[in-house]
């Protein structure tokens, strides 16, 4: 059975993304009791699916690298994985939270080894891959996973497969009769950081991500840069396998569309400016077919970013079209063709590119039905600073549409207001 | 002083308010953001000097002219594929025929394109009998172009006639004057009625 100490001067916080390990960390450094909980199997959340940051192009890998050494060494955090809060009741000070804990099947006797993973024969999509490759039923879900400890795909409970997991196991770590459970604790702040999800591009018909093979999304452009992605680092066309080295991005993506999401999603135009250097990472400056295509409605290089915009503006491989793209058909060779007219000039086009890559939106994770308890959300999903919400408080992406960086502010603040209201409840209490 | 003349008079170098305060719709017009996907998205688009797009921002350029007498908004189909598309939902379809009809009023719709001329054949068609005379509006238009086209056009089209009097979806009869609605003068008053309110509202408008 999974124990959680906690009272009622503990904060809750949901979600182990940057925003949410910032918020635990933060909170934990100002010798407050944390419960983090995490709905993945380990922590990181999309910045773990990320190549490179933007403006610095350094590695998410390093940031997360070091807030996991925070945490680990702050000790007073008590980590859940694979666990999801389902009822919040109670009020500020006094919370009680109902947390359903999912079983791994894997316990803490695990080396990560992989002698499971190679016994076991059935492959599922890969969703730290957005499904562009397979994991087997026993998997490590990344190579950075923390806690590093493998897990079993429920999938397989009950299959041959398992028994051939557990039998290959060397340190007795499978346990294939663990059960879901349901914790109950107290707390007196909860901070939701339950983050972001790329918006469905299935929805923007005229774009085709469902019918084009050769048309991606920007997170799954982001996976393929990865060594150990599903690529293996190589920009690659899904239709053929053939290296894709004309690539257009599509800002607005399902966002400032009322069709779709009628937010502007802020890091888009970042990203996509971001993911043209990766070109001429690839494939160097010298090779003249490598190129990039930005087709823009405005380009919103937030924050003091206007430099780095300026710099892939004068990168000659490349360019930019002021239109949002009307539709994309393809050619007989697969390729994808994208038509529209541009404004400056009103010119119409047909351009063939190797590889169209989306810019998609954000959309935040936990839909307002979907929230365990009464809590102020705004029109687009996100939740809103309101007093009515009392000691909860959202952190990152569950509050707006944000870059890591202002995320990172964003849960260092919910952390602040969250230790104000345990210090109040510690102060009632004497 | 004509209509014209006097909404030139009032708006002077305001042509976008000109469009919001009378054209169907034109109050949407300075919501445009001017992204493209409606010139893109329109399957004619490639026909017509002025896409929607490009319409949108002659008018806020005050290209008064320019705008009122392209063709380019008798060339929309109400295929809606603007509508749509279009990220800020805008009537896109409606503001066309609106800019047409004001264009029209105005006296500035350009007399030579087809799409206006059938508009008008149409609209005095059915006002005679309160309902449109198919057989009398398919052979002004054969006809359309003279006498000698027209008897080609029906020649070339024998066979579809045939068919459809034989599948009851034309009557021959109907070229001796066709059948009315019921209460024909009241349908016209009607008419009459809305067209005076409107006249009305440009000529206030104008002032």
């Not at chain 1, 190549?51 to 998410?60: A, D, G, S, T």
């Not at chain 1, 994208?338 to 959309?363: F, I, N, P, S, W």
């Not at chain 2, 264009?103 to 006002?127: D, R, Y």
Request: hydrophobic share 35%.
């Amino acid at each position: 059975m999974t124990e959680v100490v906690a009272t009622n001067q503990t904060i809750l916080v949901v979600g182990a993304g940057i925003s949410g390990i910032t918020a635990a960390v933060e909170a934990a450094e100002t010798g407050k009791n944390v419960v983090l909980v995490e709905k993945r199997a380990y922590m990181g959340g999309r910045i773990s699916q990320l190549y490179k940051y933007f403006p610095k192009l350094c590695f998410p890998s390093c940031g997360l690298e070091i807030n996991q050494r925070r945490l680990s060494a702050q000790g007073g955090i008590t980590v859940l994985t694979m666990a999801e809060v389902s009822g919040v009741t109670g009020a500020e000070g006094d919370y009680t939270a109902t947390v359903k804990i999912s079983p791994r099947y894997v316990n803490e006797n695990c080396t990560a080894c992989g002698a499971c993973a190679d016994a076991v024969e059935a492959e599922f999509d890969n969703d730290h891959n957005y499904g562009m490759d397979k994991h087997k039923g026993a998997y490590l879900p990344y190579n950075m996973a923390k806690p590093e400890r493998f897990v079993i795909d429920p999938r397989i409970i009950g299959t041959e497969d398992a028994e051939k997991a557990k039998a290959a196991c060397k340190y007795d770590a499978i346990d294939l009769d663990m059960q879901e459970e349901t914790v109950e604790f107290k707390a007196g702040a909860i901070i939701w950081a339950t983050g972001w999800t790329p918006y469905d591009a299935n929805k923007i018909q005229p774009y085709g991500y469902d019918r084009y093979d050769n048309v991606i999304t920007s997170v799954e452009f982001e996976r393929m840069m990865d060594k150990f992605g599903p690529t293996g680092g190589k920009i690659l066309r899904p239709g053929d396998g053939k290296e894709a080295k004309d690539i257009a991005f599509i800002q607005c993506a399902g966002s400032r569309d009322r069709n779709h999401l009628k937010h502007c999603s802020r890091i888009c135009c970042m990203a996509s400016l971001k993911q043209s250097t990766y070109i001429t990472e690839q494939y160097g400056a010298e090779d003249e077919d490598a190129k990039g295509t930005i087709y823009y409605i405005d380009i919103r290089s937030i924050d003091r970013f206007e430099d780095f915009y300026r710099k892939v503006q004068n990168d000659p491989k490349i360019s930019f079209v002021k239109s949002k793209v009307a539709n994309i058909i393809v050619d007989k060779e697969n390729n994808p063709v994208v038509k529209g007219v541009d404004t400056e000039g009103y010119h119409r086009y047909e351009t063939k590119h190797d590889l169209v890559v989306l810019a998609v939106g954000m959309e935040p994770n936990v839909t307002k039905e979907s929230f365990p308890v009464e809590i102020a959300i705004n029109e687009h999903g996100f939740i809103e600073a309101d007093e009515a919400n009392g000691g909860i408080f959202a952190a990152g992406c569950a509050s707006d549409a944000l870059d890591v960086n202002r995320a990172v502010q964003s849960a260092t603040a919910a952390a602040l207001r969250a230790v104000q209201v345990v210090n109040k409840v510690a102060g009632a209490e004497g | 002083m004509s209509l014209n003349t006097a909404m030139v008079e009032k708006y002077r170098n305001n042509f976008l308010q000109e469009v919001a305060g009378n054209v169907e719709e034109g109050d949407w017009v300075k919501m445009c953001m001017q992204c493209g996907v409606c010139a893109g998205s329109c399957p004619l688009g490639n026909a017509w000097e002025h896409t929607p797009q490009k319409l949108f921002m002659m008018i806020r350029a005050n290209k008064r002219d320019e705008v009122l007498t392209s063709d380019s908004m008798w060339m929309c189909t109400s295929c809606y594929n603007c509508i749509v598309r279009c990220p800020r939902e805008l009537p896109i379809t409606h503001i066309m025929h609106g800019l047409a009809t004001y264009a029209k009023k105005l006296g500035l719709a350009p007399q030579s394109n087809p799409t206006q001329w059938f508009s008008e054949t149409f609209w005095n068609n059915m006002m005679k009998k309160g309902r449109v005379n198919e057989l009398k509006l398919g052979l002004s238009l054969y006809f359309k172009d003279g006498f000698v086209s027209g008897i080609k056009e029906s020649i070339a089209h024998q066979k579809l006639g045939m068919n459809m009097m034989k599948a009851k979806r034309m009557a021959p009869m109907e070229i001796m004057g066709g059948h009315g609605v019921k209460d024909l003068s009241g349908l016209q008053k009607m008419i009459k009625k809305a067209q005076d309110i409107e006249a009305e509202r440009l000529e206030a408008n104008s002032k």
